[in-house]
């Protein structure tokens, strides 16, 4: 594992948002949906993440989640990730969203 020093840990922005809608994504490779999400302050984002073997459509809307808003928009396929989804690989590699233990407002920053 590579080190990192306490400047390059502070140029990540991982912030809280709120998932407002939740899309099926057909045209991804792997099963994902695309997820619309509000960051406060930064505004509503979109991305898409690869967690369909443990959550449905339904169940995301209003799940608050952390997510690094500082990378540069990347296109997938024909969708463009704004920010990136965080998580925890299950011992499955299936994907657990990183979430917060009570709810906070949107946009605030992992400190």
Request: charge should be neutral.
């Amino acid at each position: 594992m590579q080190q990192i020093n306490w400047n390059d840990f502070e140029k990540v922005e991982l912030r809280v948002g709120t998932i407002l809608e939740a899309f099926e994504f057909p045209e991804a490779r792997r099963p994902a949906y695309k997820l619309k999400v509000d960051f406060g302050e930064l505004g509503i984002k979109t991305s898409s993440a690869q967690i369909t073997k443990h959550y449905t459509l339904e169940e995301l809307p209003g799940k608050q989640i952390v997510g690094v808003v500082n990378f540069p928009k990347k296109q997938i396929g024909k969708f463009m990730s704004e920010f990136l989804v965080t998580g925890f690989a299950d011992e499955n590699g299936d994907i657990v969203l990183t979430a917060v233990e009570r709810k906070v407002p949107n946009g605030s920053k992992l400190v």
